[in-house]
């Protein structure tokens, strides 16, 4: 999903152990990366965190 500029990605852990991370990324290249235990938590943590900022227009996801 995409804010105002800013990219919202869920990314699957690279092997087993590691968490999933929710990750938020900015125009200017800043990162914010959080670890969740599944997707799902993930994926809310960025839904909550867009409709947190003043403009929030979700966009499909290319899977």
């Given at each position: 999903m995409k804010?105002?500029?800013?990219?919202f990605v869920v990314y699957n852990p690279p092997q087993l152990g590691l968490p999933y991370l929710a990750v938020m990324i900015?125009?200017?290249?800043?990162?914010?990366?959080v670890p969740f235990e599944t997707p799902a938590?993930?994926?809310?943590?960025?839904?909550?965190s867009a409709a947190k900022t003043k403009r929030y227009a979700p966009v499909r996801s290319r899977e």
């Open positions: 804010m105002s500029g800013i990219t900015s125009p200017n290249d800043k990162i914010v990366a938590e993930a994926e809310n943590y960025n839904i909550e």
